[in-house]
T-cell receptor, first 113, second 116 residues
Framework: AQSVTQLGSHVSVSEGALVLLRCNYSSSVPPYLFWYVQYPNQGLQLLLKYTSAATLVKGINGFEAEFKKSETSFHLTKPSAHMSDAAEYFCAVSVRGYSTLTFGKGTMLLVSP | DGGITQSPKYLFRKEGQNVTLSCEQNLNHDAMYWYRQDPGQGLRLIYYSQIVNDFQKGDIAEGYSVSREKKESFPLTVTSAQKNPTAFYLC???????????????FGSGTRLTVV
C-alpha cells in the first residue's frame, strides 16, 4: 500500500520568502504524485502532478516540485511567497494503473506581511 | 462549464437521522469518489465507484452507503450507524485508468455536515 508523509502541519513564511513544503512517499511501484491546494471551506484544486515525464514539474501560481526517487520525495517550492498563497496544501500519491489517491495530512501555509 | 456540484453546502443532522449528500458531475468521468476531511487528518476515502452500478468500500466505509445508478451522480448517505458524522465531505471524479498521464481528480466544493 502507498502512503504519504507531509513534514510540518504548519509552515510560516514572510511575504517574498521562499516556500518549501515537504512530502515523502512510500510506494512499492512507480507512483504518480500530486500537490493540491485548499482554501477555507472549498474543495481541492490541483497545483501540479508528476506522471513519469520530467522530474521537475511546474504548476500553477508559480509553484514547482521535483520528484527524487532516491529520496522518495516530492517537495513543493515557490521562490517568493504572496499573501494569497496562504492555504492548506496536500500531497497525494497513486499507484499507476490504480485509480484512488492516498493523501497526506496536509500542511497549512501561513504568510505574514 | 464542466465541473462537480455538491449540495447542500451546509447540512445539519439530528441524532439518529440518515442524511444524503448529493454529488453530480458533467465531466463525463467514469470514476467518482467520496472523501471525509477532519482537521489534522487529511482526506480519508469512504467509497469509490469506477463504473455505473458498481462501487467499492474505502478505508472508512462503516456507517455510510452509496449508489451509482447514473454516470453523472454518486450520492452518499450518512446513516445513523455513523457515530461521529460531523465533518467536511468532498466528492471527486476522474477519468478511469490510473495509468493515464491525464489522470487526476476534480473536486467539488464540499458539504459541511454538523450533528445537532
Amino acid at each position: 500500500a502507498q502512503s504519504v508523509t507531509q513534514l510540518g502541519s504548519h509552515v510560516s513564511v514572510s511575504e517574498g520568502a521562499l516556500v518549501l513544503l515537504r512530502c515523502n512517499y512510500s510506494s512499492s511501484v512507480p507512483p504518480y504524485l500530486f500537490w493540491y491546494v485548499q482554501y477555507p471551506n472549498q474543495g481541492l484544486q490541483l497545483l501540479l502532478k508528476y506522471t513519469s515525464a520530467a522530474t521537475l514539474v511546474k504548476g500553477i501560481n508559480g509553484f514547482e516540485a521535483e520528484f527524487k526517487k532516491s529520496e522518495t520525495s516530492f517537495h513543493l517550492t515557490k521562490p517568493s511567497a504572496h499573501m494569497s498563497d496562504a492555504a492548506e496544501y496536500f500531497c497525494a500519491v497513486s499507484v499507476r494503473g490504480y485509480s484512488t489517491l492516498t493523501f497526506g495530512k496536509g500542511t497549512m501555509l501561513l504568510v505574514s506581511p | 462549464d464542466g465541473g462537480i456540484t455538491q449540495s447542500p453546502k451546509y447540512l445539519f443532522r439530528k441524532e439518529g437521522q440518515n442524511v444524503t449528500l448529493s454529488c453530480e458531475q458533467n465531466l463525463n468521468h467514469d470514476a467518482m469518489y467520496w472523501y471525509r476531511q477532519d482537521p489534522g487528518q487529511g482526506l480519508r476515502l469512504i467509497y469509490y465507484s469506477q463504473i455505473v452500478n458498481d462501487f467499492q468500500k474505502g478505508d472508512i466505509a462503516e456507517g455510510y452507503s452509496v449508489s451509482r445508478e447514473k454516470k453523472e451522480s454518486f450520492p452518499l448517505t450518512v446513516t445513523s450507524a455513523q457515530k461521529n458524522p460531523t465533518a467536511f465531505y468532498l466528492c471527486a471524479s476522474s477519468i478511469e485508468g490510473g495509468s493515464s498521464p491525464n489522470y487526476g481528480y476534480t473536486f467539488g466544493s464540499g458539504t459541511r455536515l454538523t450533528v445537532v
